[in-house]
């Protein structure tokens, strides 16, 4: 179909069965590293658990059950910018609804949203694109597909939808392409809600803050001088590391499980189905190397227009770091601020209840003003 001119084109999920036998082989010759006694997690990921997962991968998960699960839903393509872009696109039974794009970051996926779509879609109609270089938008061929332009593609994909007001939502990048589609389009946006929002230390803010301000600040201090392993690789040589992940499905179960391990409430695990569907996603689509460029293309602390749009914020206490608030009501114009003792970094698939009510409080709101 086309829409305001443009291609959209329906999308449906069918992966090669070649791939899948590929992946079952690679897993069954594994070549495994040794792993030091009481290792623990001290040198990185257990042996015994990647060994246990990759082998649940290889006998156990069913791609096909889950890909069949994925088609229930609207899937579509189309080109911005030459790029390819894939979306979901649910609309909700009220045809007077407005829209939200919500948008998935790293190692996530579309799939990040799958148990907030029902809920959401009673009072909202649903875009939930997958970011260029990841999934089903395939692989990206050229430079500066960093935030502010995945922000900008957004903006395009709603107007051929056909969108003239929507809201935005989003956690990890999702949070940066949220923020920066308020910036650039905010005579469309009514606001912005980010369950991820990291403020960092100023000295010159001249705002008073509280012990636990400061705690979550040491937290901001520690990540900013001991820089993650994962993100120095993905900023600075994010073609190296693909190699590894894109030729190695262990090597590329390890690099996400251990994202998974460290970033969730431990009241609150995602479910390694769930995991492997994520994952299984970046493997059979070959997106390992592009998804890792987003890193290298959106420099830490690059400046970028304000987003002067109303902005709604949930803290999650197990995520990586948490927002101060003193702080960030300097930079945004605050409107919404919920703090929930559940859930971490992924909070769409840990507590997606807490997160699609907290989202729907903020826009319904947004729209009685």
Not at 129 to 138: A, E
Not at 333 to 362: K, N, Q, T
Request: hydrophobic letters at 40%; a negative charge.
């Amino acid at each position: 179909m086309s829409t305001n001119g443009t291609a959209i084109t329906p999308f449906r999920i069918d992966v090669p069965q070649a791939d899948l036998d590929d992946l079952n082989d690679r897993l069954a010759r594994t070549r495994w590293p040794n792993e030091v006694a009481d290792a623990g997690t001290d040198y990185g990921f257990p042996l015994a658990r990647l060994k246990a997962l990759a082998e649940y991968w290889r006998t156990g998960y069913d791609w096909r059950e889950h890909e069949a699960k994925l088609n229930e839903l609207p899937h579509f393509t189309t080109e911005i910018e030459g790029q390819n872009i894939h979306f979901v696109h649910v609309r909700s039974a009220n045809p007077e609804a407005v829209a939200l794009v919500l948008t998935h970051g790293w190692p996530g996926s579309f799939l990040e949203f799958l148990d907030v779509i029902e809920p959401l879609s009673r009072d909202f109609h649903l875009v939930i694109p997958s970011i260029p270089g990841y999934g089903f938008s395939g692989p990206t061929h050229e430079r500066d597909w960093g935030v502010p332009r995945v922000a900008r593609a957004w903006a395009e994909l709603m107007r051929r939808l056909g969108y003239e007001r929507y809201g935005a939502q989003g956690g990890d990048f999702g949070a940066g392409v949220s923020t920066a589609l308020g910036a650039c389009a905010p005579e469309h946006v009514i606001g912005v809600h980010v369950n991820y929002l990291p403020t960092r230390p100023d000295p010159d803010a001249g705002v008073e803050l509280s012990a636990s301000d400061e705690a979550r600040l040491d937290t901001v201090r520690s990540l900013v001088a001991n820089r993650p392993p994962y993100q120095a690789l993905q900023a600075l040589t994010p073609q190296t590391i693909g190699y590894a992940l894109t030729d190695s499905p262990v090597g590329q179960l390890a690099w996400i499980a251990e994202r998974f391990a460290q970033w969730t409430d431990p009241a609150t695990p995602v479910s390694d189905d769930r995991m492997l569907t994520d994952i299984s996603l970046y493997w059979l689509t070959a997106t390992a190397a592009s998804s890792a460029r987003l890193h290298r293309d959106t420099p830490r602390g690059a400046p970028g227009d304000p987003c002067r749009v109303p902005l709604g914020v949930a803290v999650f206490a197990h995520d990586i770091t948490l927002a101060v608030r003193p702080l960030a009501e300097r930079l945004y114009d605050i409107r919404h601020w919920s703090e929930f003792e559940r859930g971490g970094h992924f909070a769409a698939m840990e507590v997606p209840e807490l997160l699609a009510e907290d989202v729907r409080e903020f826009f319904l709101a947004r729209l009685k003003n």
